[in-house]
């Protein structure tokens, strides 16, 4: 079955550590984004990337990092600096790079972040 | 500071109601316009794209308008079922590469 997994789905993590977010997906899309989710609020874009060994920072990039070394994966890594990490996680995919019309996501179960 | 807006924040509804919700973004820079469906435990699946001014789709029983001169859409669910409830993301998607999600409508269906 084609589509878009994350794992773990729970994460627990003590201040100052940082994790690692995993995302893939089988459906050989060029494009691929994190998301994170914060009660009450709308998704929020942290990092994207069009291409292959090619990212971009979102919206509310500071404290994370992303790494594109195949176009099956984009891990996420959430780092010491992020000052409020708790949050939900969502990954995404879509066929085309550029977010132009009829640029449909495809989204992955999410992962729960909490820091402890 | 381009700015989703979506309305109600939740409803609670009985089978058989029909509802409708709104979704507010910015009138300039337009490109397309995504409405998701999230159900709890699941990922989000898209429902609807939607480009022109005027468009109007429709799955089964839910159906999306699009007014881009004013910056609105509506869905539409008529006569609700329990596996309506979901939250209903909608995501604007602007000149460039942007794309703005509303913080969902979350609907409650009771049997």
């Known amino acids: 079955d084609g589509g878009i997994t994350q794992s773990p789905k729970y994460l627990f993590r003590k201040e100052g550590q940082n994790v690692t977010l995993s995302c893939e997906q089988n459906?050989?899309?060029?494009?691929m984004y994190w998301y994170r989710q914060d009660p009450g609020q709308g998704l929020r874009l942290i990092y994207y990337?069009?291409?292959?060994?090619d990212f971009q920072k979102g919206d509310i990039a500071e404290g994370y990092s992303v790494s594109r070394e195949k176009k099956e994966s984009f891990p996420l890594t959430v780092t010491s600096a992020q000052k409020n990490p708790t949050a939900f996680y969502l990954c995404?995919?879509?066929?085309w790079g550029t977010g132009e019309i009829g640029d449909t996501q495809y989204f992955g179960p999410g992962t729960r972040l909490t820091v402890l | 500071i381009l700015n989703v807006e979506q309305s109600p924040q939740s409803l609670h509804v009985q089978e058989g109601d029909s509802t409708n919700f709104t979704c507010s973004f910015p009138s300039s820079n337009f490109y397309a316009l995504h409405w998701y469906r999230w159900e709890t435990a699941k990922s989000p699946e898209a429902l609807f794209v939607m480009t022109l001014n005027g468009d109007e789709k429709k799955k089964g029983r839910i159906s999306a308008t699009l007014n881009t001169k004013e910056g609105y859409s509506y869905l539409y669910i008529k006569g609700s079922q329990p596996e309506d409830s979901a939250t209903y993301l909608c995501a604007f998607i602007a000149g460039g590469f942007k794309t703005i999600f509303g913080a969902g409508t979350r609907l409650f269906v009771k049997a």
């Open positions: 995404a995919s879509s066929a």
């Open positions: 459906l050989n899309h060029d494009a």
């Open positions: 990337s069009q291409i292959v060994n």
